[in-house]
């Protein structure tokens, strides 16, 4: 589960195919990852990431999915019960008011 504003799933960004907006899109092609990666959070995406997550099977809920529904459900929803997690939480996500010095801040948080 990777909660961030943004999806990080760029096949690409300039001539570099391992930067901060590639990084998840490496992890869903291990095959030890796959489709189980899922972003929660999600504010500011480019339409080439939708199409790699889900051309990767990456699933995805926005803060707005969040607010609509709950966190509980959204994440339900998100995650499959019978496997392993691993959360890693990008700052951005927050509201910029709690993360003043995050690099990349967007409204919403």
Do not use: C
């Not at 490496?26 to 929660?40: I, M, Q, Y």
């Not at 995650?79 to 927050?94: G, H, N």
Request: no cysteine; aromatic share 2%.
């Amino acid at each position: 589960m990777h909660v961030d504003a943004h999806a990080d799933f760029l096949d690409q960004l300039g001539e570099s195919r391992r930067s901060g907006a590639s990084q998840l899109r490496r992890l869903a092609e291990l095959t030890e990852v796959g489709t189980v990666t899922a972003l929660l959070g999600l504010r500011n995406v480019d339409l080439a990431e939708i199409e790699g997550m889900r051309k990767l099977g990456a699933r995805w809920a926005t803060t707005v999915d969040v607010v609509e529904h709950g966190a509980a459900t959204v994440v339900a929803d998100l995650v499959p019960a019978d496997r392993p997690l691993y959360v890693s939480v990008d700052l951005d996500v927050l509201d910029v008011a709690l993360v003043p010095g995050t690099t990349l801040p967007e409204p919403g948080g």
